[in-house]
């Protein structure tokens, strides 16, 4: 079973003016779909127990991926996993903030919103190079902000995703040139916050 480049819930230009219709189209078609090849043509070569796994669990074992492919399926695996979450927690009806189990951990474990909001901000636009900010679950189901280098992915850190921002140049780049923190900042207005407090939900439960 090969991956496969998931279809966006919504058109090309529906994230816009935060987001480029160009910007998406590229974005998705080009890079998302290049990840997708890649990671299919170095997991043709894996052992038969890394063959069909969900991409989750796939990385969430990245250190036991033979070394001949570990790096291909660090970097499109990552890849691949990175923009499937990406577009899902993206949505034209996005904005504004949490509410329920996740807005209280949120206001517990960062103080406010606007402090977490801040804190996630400042570790997205600071992050030297590409790479991603993100929201995580840890284990005990901790709620943790980080950035990852390259594409690599939180699960292979034992973290869970739930809310994450691509910094590459490639995802802001045609609309905003090199003013990374102008990107960030108006990207809140497209976080799809009932998706991310579902996948919240969904780490409480498990
Ligand atoms: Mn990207």
Redesign the pocket.
Known sequence: MAYTLPELPYPYDALEPHIDRTTMEI?HTR??KGYVDNLNKAIEKAPAEFQNLAIEDLLRQIDRIPEEIRTAVRNHGG?HA??SL?WVIMSPQGGGQPSGPLADAINRTFGSFDAFKEKFTATAVGHFGSGWGWLCVDGSGNLIVKSTPN?DSPYMEGLTPILGI?V?E??YYLKYQNKRAEYVNNWWNVVNWSEVQRRYEACAKS
Request: net charge negative; charged share 10%; no cysteine.
């Open positions: 974005h890079h998302h890849g990175n923009h990406f594409q691509d590459w490639h995802a």
